[in-house]
């Protein structure tokens, strides 16, 4: 497996991103490695905040919200998935699945940074791989904050805006990631903030992993990774822990994912959930201030 790694200089001056990196190396099934950068910040003991980007997206869409969640005391921890931001980027489509992402975050995070009594947040694939990551780990978990997510086991069609999306990505001549996180939120996204989001990836040959992630999503019953999310569905209809969904309003793809978990988690009756109001799928760049106050307030409540 051939790994691209994004020149630093690509990353140097981006707006609002004065974080220091860190990285980890893990081991792949094909006896190489892969470097994972994560962002940790604030203090040393304070309450582990897992947050997972999605797709095409990379820790630049946390910048917003983790100097408030550093400010009330919270550690953060913010990875680039593998083949997204600083970590690096697997350079054939066939590198990816869903399987080996949840791996990856597992020995780079989990593993790596012994996490316990951790918050979760994730949207979109963020989600996918984060609420796996909670279910394979229920004890390192105090509480789940997700929203514009889901854990499908393929036995429900999605979207009409999903199955768009997906037929798009692979399609599509030109993979423009700034342009789509810009499109997929209601703010507009300033010629920097684009321009930062494009960092990562110098040209195409470094975009498998976003190029493919949307197919990764089980789609029918015989998904490779259906039946690992419908075990992890299994623990969530036992979960009595803090679970609160924080879906926005203005997302099609993700418009009405947040039912199955009100539904079926037990931890999620009785809890604070949050319609985001004027927020499009990226929705941390459009509230991020109002979600990062929801975090620390989920945490102050224990």
Not at 11 to 31: H, K, T
Not at 69 to 77: E, F, H, S, W
Not at 223 to 237: G, M, Q
Not at 285 to 291: F, M, R, T, V, Y
Request: hydrophobic share 40%.
């Amino acid at each position: 497996m051939q790994s691209l790694r994004t020149p630093d200089d690509r990353f140097a001056d981006l707006p609002n991103y004065p974080f220091s990196p860190n990285y980890v190396d893990i081991d792949d099934q094909d006896g190489g490695t892969h470097r994972v950068h994560y962002l940790d910040e604030g203090p040393a003991d304070g309450p582990f905040v897992l947050c997972l980007h999605g797709e095409p997206s990379w820790s630049y869409l946390y910048r917003n919200m983790i100097p408030l969640l550093v400010d009330a005391g919270l550690r953060v921890i913010a990875p680039d998935l593998v083949g997204f931001g600083k970590s690096d980027k697997p350079s054939q489509k066939s590198d990816y699945t869903y399987a080996r992402h949840v791996a990856w975050m597992q020995e780079a995070i989990i593993d790596h940074l012994d996490l316990t009594n951790a918050t979760f947040f994730g949207q979109d694939w963020g989600g996918l791989v984060g609420l796996r990551l909670v279910a394979e780990n229920p004890e390192r978990f105090a509480r789940v904050i997700i929203g514009n997510t889901g854990l499908p086991t393929g036995e429900h069609r999605p979207s009409d805006a999903f199955m768009r999306w997906q037929k798009y990505s692979q399609t599509t001549e030109v993979f423009d990631i700034g342009f789509l996180v810009n499109a997929a939120s209601i703010t507009e996204l300033s010629a920097d903030e684009i321009a930062a989001y494009d960092a990562p990836f110098p040209d195409d040959s470094y975009k498998a992993g976003a190029r493919i992630f949307p197919s990764l999503v089980p789609t029918a019953p015989d998904d490779p990774a259906a039946t690992a999310n419908k075990a992890a569905w299994e623990v969530f209809r036992t979960w009595d822990k803090p679970f609160i969904c924080c879906f926005s309003d203005s997302d099609p793809v993700t418009a009405g994912g947040e039912k199955p978990f009100l539904n079926l988690v037990p931890g999620a009756q009785g809890q604070s959930h949050v319609t985001i109001e004027n927020a499009q799928h990226f929705f941390q760049e459009d509230a991020g201030p109002q979600l990062a106050q929801l975090i620390v307030d989920a945490v102050a409540r224990g």
